[in-house]
């Protein structure tokens, strides 16, 4: 159901890169993979945070987030990203 959902939202959706992440290789591997910056200004984001990093509707978003957290980044979403927790759910399977 949640599946529909997604699909219709066409809410802009900005994920925003939080302070505290350091630049292992995880983590910028998967900044850079968001943001489509280059390396040198992806270690940039990271350092200078709170930045937004990609901006994009709820599908796109969601593909982010895999991103995101299989590179363990601290981040947060918004306007608040109402299919959360349905992305976890459906990682665990």
């Known amino acids: ?3 529909n959902d997604i699909n219709a939202d066409q809410t802009r959706y900005s994920i925003i890169l939080l302070e ?3 630049p292992s ?3 910028v591997r998967a900044v850079y ?3 489509q910056q280059n ?7 990271i350092v200078n945070a709170p930045q937004v990093i990609f901006e994009g509707n709820a599908l796109e978003v969601r593909d982010m987030i895999q991103i995101l957290d299989d590179g ?7 306007p608040d990203y109402p299919y959360a ?3 976890l759910q459906e990682k665990l399977k």
């Open 1 to 3: 159901m949640w599946n």
């Open 20 to 22: 505290g992440n350091e």
């Open 39 to 45: 390396l040198l200004k992806t270690k940039e984001l």
């Open 72 to 78: 363990f980044v601290e981040y947060k979403i918004e």
């Open 25 to 27: 290789v995880e983590i």
């Open 33 to 35: 993979q968001v943001s």
């Open 85 to 87: 927790e349905s992305v």
